[in-house]
């Protein structure tokens, strides 16, 4: 049936703020009111749905994934709740034990573990009996090995590699690759299995931040195909940009047209650096961490500005997003200057009218806050990024210091300078976990960024579309005439939350017609029941209606 009536429950809509209504006619929204409305409505064609109390939100979007990584990495061991080297050595044994084969794992954090170093080659190789291992960091720009994957991916004589377990570099994207030689049907289990993992999580969209050193334009392919708006599977859809620099307008179609997959942009994970965990970031001031002078004690840069210049200039030419990944604000600075010298070419208003965007933009001070609003660049960023490394013992204050880990992922000075801002997980860096996110930016670790949830959420949601440069302007909105793309939600509660206590006293008066959002600070996330795109259901809880 076409047409469902969902009642008795809670929409946040702007179009009507005490929604408790919704009705849904194919794969739009037809109407949101009130429970009497929705009676002398409801009529013999209609599917009802009683939400019994629950909440309808807009579905989210998640403006940064690599689809296929986290597929591989719901199936691999999880070393993101290990706290010391023994837990880790404990986990890898049990997956060795547990099956044959190479032993995968991903998520482990050596800053958080109480010897704070990374597994040795020895212990790993005792932990797996001899097997083949290749394990994650939780910032995937450097992982460990066993022995026996060393020597068979010949990483003696690649740099980033000194004969230990750690690898970073050439090594570690050496050892990377052996161990996803995917077939076709591995691939697309891998990614179904992320895509369904993404729409019971509420996402209606993932923002797929391809690359020649993350993925195959096959990868692309695959997904495409999956995701095809005729495919006969449901899934949530996906956004794809491929991350690889161009020097001219030419070269740029010849890759466009050789990827044999459309895409929003050439943007994404080209890196301009790498992490901060794995001391790639590029860095203005040397690493805290490190004795003074050492080698890579600044980070390291992948292209300079000049070719940062030239594939923001290529781009705007084309009308399509350009951008990159930037960590550092050394990073940031020849982000910038290469922003400014793509304008000098082309021109301000093609650079501003091609929407370029920046991923992660973790370090950036007032005069690159400036370019970036002068130059309508929107910035992808990772809220749980700071719930996870924030704060005065935080990864961040260790590798950099306490004065320059509090000016990390300034949130509310992107709003207060106008620079576009959408949310986005780095998935499988952190969890495909929507609500996590807004409440990390609404509990940041600096009182001074934190914002609203209700900003967080349009973050996650409208600004994902914005980004993406979504033709229906109202896609992430309930209103009459919006594609029907929403989640349903089981809540403990719901309320307005800022950081602002007098602003939060007058926001739950009914008087400011605030919709509300589920109260955060309970200690249950929202329950995700089901997951509609443009009026195909992509997930349904075994206990929804």
Known sequence: MSLTMYRNGSVYSAADPFATAMLVDGDTVAWVGSEHAASSLLDARMRLVDLDGTLITPGFVDSHVHV????????????????????????????????????????????????????????????????????????????????????????????????????????????????RTLDDGARRLAQERALRHAAANGYVALAEMAAPHVGSPADLASLAALTAADAPAALPEVLPYWGQAVSGVEEARELLASLGTPVLGLAGDLNIDGSLGSRSALLREPYADLPAGAAGSHGRAYLDAGQVADHLAATSELGIPGGFH???????????????????????????????????????????????????????????????WGGGAGMYARRLGAARAATLNPVAKFYAAGVPVCFGSDAPVTPLSPWASVRAALNHRQPGERISARAAFIGHTRAGWRAARGADPMLGQLAPGAPASFAVWEIDQLMVQVADERVQSWSTDPRAGTPLLPALDTGNDPRCLQTVHRGRELFAAPDFP
Request: with cysteine; aromatic share 4%.
């Open 68 to 179: 296929t990584e986290t597929g591989l990495a719901l199936d691999s061991v999880d070393l993101s709740g290990a706290r010391s080297v023994a837990q880790a050595l404990d986990l890898v044994a049990a997956a060795a034990a547990g099956g044959a084969g190479m032993v995968l794992g991903h998520g482990w954090d050596d800053s958080n573990w109480a010897e704070a170093r990374p597994l040795s080659a020895a212990e790993l190789d005792r932990a797996a009996g001899g097997r083949e291992v290749y394990l994650a960091r939780v910032d995937v720009h450097s992982g460990l090995v066993s022995p026996a994957l060393a020597r068979r991916c010949k990483l003696a004589g690649l740099s980033g590699w000194d004969g230990g377990a750690l690898v970073s570099g050439d090594a570690h994207a050496a050892a990377r690759d052996a161990t």
């Open 326 to 388: 930037i960590i550092g604000d050394g990073a940031m600075a020849i982000a910038c200057e290469g922003l400014v010298k793509a304008a000098e070419r082309v021109g301000l208003d093609k650079v501003r009218a091609a929407g370029h965007r920046f991923e992660h933009a973790e370090m950036v001070d007032a005069g690159a806050m400036e370019v970036l609003a002068r130059h309508a660049v929107t910035v992808s960023i990772q809220p749980a990024f700071d719930a996870l």
